[in-house]
């Protein structure tokens, strides 16, 4: 997650199908094969235990986690990928309290909630009173500078502009924005909303990421309208772990008293169960396919040829994020804030600088800073480069990081397109019921959504393969 506001709130799921609803026969006893050990895998293995129900769940690489992993280099906490869950889904929260973990539950730091936005080379302080990307408060947003005044005076006039009639029809994300807000509101907009998923605005679903938009646009007329009625937000939007995201996957894997197998990539899935890459054949009530897309087709080309295509057609997108430590005297600019946000029509590949340390306790020792500086797709030898060198220039650091590295996600980014949804459909309609595709690739990226795309498809493997 960026530095954003509140936009991951609206990172978004689809329902796992009810077995009732997709069509072929059950398949026979055994356990449920769960393919994957990231969030989704293991939030499977989860609920089928809570079932009572026998599982194996086979993990390609030596760890469980998947993209979340969590690192210690010396005092400082880096985070590879998620640093931070939604709280407004319950999904995530709940698994952590089943397993133990909610005493570990930390926010976002309120004191040093300072956000910037660069535009034009120069660091402007980001809009008050924004909910999501939604102003609503226009005063304050016309103070900003963040568009120009046309620009500004357009995004506000969203309130005015009337709701779209073919309301059942997917639409892309710049659709969206320009429909509503204008075309200058892309350069604001689009770096929350599209920097949540990597992604291309021209190609993003907004049925896939952004459901609640469209709702709202339909029931209160307009965005502006809809977020200037809702009640002030009294809780916390965000949580995360005292000692980072990686405790979620660690504590549900300390809970797991199936078999779990680390090293075990499957090679192919069946009806029946699985073949892993060893040739081992392993037989099972059913299988929850909790690998990535790029990783899942493969699997399935053996026995499942037309969902093998489908499912080698989803796209991804690409990032890099660079972590950079410092100390704190390193800096001429205040450290105590979350970050910045990067224009739309800046011409760079970083996207946004999140100040890790300022935006969670804990992150780096007393005295220091630990940033993480997000790039589109950039080579990370180029990345690591510009990362100080944006530093340098923006914040003002001196001198060499204390260390730095990076986390190279090109080409692991679903991309929902336009039609995601229908796409998805088509996936499972060429499938056996009890043969699920489940977590970030197909059914939402946030961990909430991952967790209970792994719970519905456990539950819906379960009840196929008992004939219901
Ligand atoms: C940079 C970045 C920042 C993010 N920030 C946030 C955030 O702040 N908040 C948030 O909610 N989400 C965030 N996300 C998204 C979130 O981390 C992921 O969507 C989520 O972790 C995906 O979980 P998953 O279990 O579906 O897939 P993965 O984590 O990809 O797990 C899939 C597992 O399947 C295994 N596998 C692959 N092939 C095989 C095989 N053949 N056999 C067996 N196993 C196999 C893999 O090794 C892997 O362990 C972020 C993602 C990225 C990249």
Not at 172 to 182: E, Y
Not at 314 to 324: D, E, F, H, Q, W
Not at 441 to 462: I, M, N, Q, W, Y
Request: net charge negative.
């Amino acid at each position: 997650m960026t530095p954003e506001t509140e936009l991951d709130s609206s990172l978004s799921s689809v329902p796992t199908l009810s077995p009732k609803e997709s069509g072929a026969q059950p398949a026979g006893a055994g356990p449920v094969i769960v393919v994957g050990g990231g969030v989704t895998g293991l939030s499977a293995a989860w609920e089928l235990q809570q079932r009572g129900v026998p599982y194996v769940l086979l993990e390609a690489s030596d760890s469980l986690g998947g993209k979340v992993q969590t690192e210690f280099w010396d005092d400082f906490l880096v985070e590879q990928a998620a640093d931070a869950f939604v709280l407004g889904k319950p999904w995530a929260l709940e698994l952590a309290r089943e397993v133990g973990l909610e005493p570990e539950l930390i926010h976002p730091r309120e004191d040093t909630k300072r956000l910037y936005f660069l535009k034009g080379g120069q660091l402007l302080t980001f809009p008050e009173h924004l909910r999501m990307f939604v102003p609503t408060d226009a005063e304050a947003f016309r103070r900003s500078g963040v568009l120009s005044p046309e620009g500004t005076e357009r995004m506000l006039a969203e309130e005015h502009v009337p709701p779209r009639e073919n309301a059942d029809e997917d639409e892309s994300l710049a659709s969206f924005i320009q429909r509503r807000f204008g075309e200058e509101a892309m350069n604001f907009i689009v770096p929350m909303a599209a920097g949540i998923y990597v992604a291309n605005p021209y190609e993003l679903s907004m049925q896939m990421a952004f459901p609640q938009f469209l709702e709202m646009e339909q029931r209160a007329g307009s965005l502006i309208a809809g977020h200037r009625a809702l009640p002030p937000r009294t809780t916390p939007v965000f949580g995360s772990f005292r000692r980072g995201m990686g405790e979620l996957p660690r504590a549900v894997g300390r809970a797991l008293t199936g078999e779990v197998r680390l090293n075990a990539p499957v090679a192919q899935i069946h009806q029946d169960g699985v073949t892993l890459a060893s040739g081992e054949r392993l037989a099972g009530r059913g299988v929850i396919v909790a690998a990535p897309a790029w990783a899942a087709a493969p699997m399935l080309t053996g026995d499942f040829p037309q969902a093998a295509e489908l499912t080698g057609q989803l796209k991804t997108n690409s990032s890099v994020a660079v972590m950079l430590a410092y100390r704190e005297d390193q800096f001429q600019f205040d450290m105590n804030m979350h970050g910045l946000q990067v224009d739309w029509a800046e011409d760079i590949p970083m996207t946004a600088i999140t100040v890790h340390s300022g935006k969670m306790a804990g992150r780096a020792p007393e005295g220091h800073v630990l940033l993480r500086v997000f790039f589109k797709n950039t080579d990370p030898d180029e990345a690591l480069r510009l990362a100080q060198q944006y530093v340098q220039e923006l914040l003002g650091a001196e001198g060499e990081p204390l260390f730095q590295t990076f986390a190279d996600w090109r080409g692991k980014n679903p991309a929902y397109v336009v039609g995601h949804r229908d796409h998805l459909a088509a996936i499972r309609a060429a499938l056996p019921q009890n043969v699920q595709v489940a977590g970030a690739s197909f059914t939402g990226v946030g961990l909430p959504d991952c967790v209970h795309a792994g719970r519905s498809a456990a539950r819906a493997v379960v009840e196929a393969a008992a004939g219901r």
